[in-house]
């Protein structure tokens, strides 16, 4: 199975190709077999996604499953971990106020 993904020109949010259009949701997204790459094109071309590309994946009973580690943390969407975040004046975080 092949998914075609990209990025909202907008907002920058990876997007999943639906036959229809893009989602945000790799549950929505379709197989385009050896049509990614024509899609691909097309849509870049029209302006409404920003560097889409086609990532291999397999179907599951949730709806299709990225191969690549890689790409299904992007699935996922953005994270953010609070206790992985520095605060500006934390001396011990190797950070100075000046």
Do not use: C, F
């Not at 639906?18 to 024509?38: F, I, K, L």
């Not at 291999?56 to 499953?65: H, I, L, N």
């Amino acid at each position: 199975m092949k998914l075609l993904t990209g990025n909202d020109l907008v907002t920058g949010d990876v997007t999943w190709w639906t036959g229809q259009g893009w989602s945000r949701h790799v549950e929505d997204a379709v197989d385009v077999g050896d049509r990614g790459e024509g899609i691909a094109k097309a849509e870049e071309g029209a302006r409404r996604v920003n560097v889409p590309y086609v990532i291999d994946a397999v179907e599951t009973p949730e709806g299709p499953r990225p191969a690549h580690i890689k790409d299904r943390i992007r699935a996922l969407g953005p994270t953010v971990r609070p206790d992985l975040t520095l605060k500006p004046a934390d001396p011990e975080a190797g950070s100075w106020v000046i």
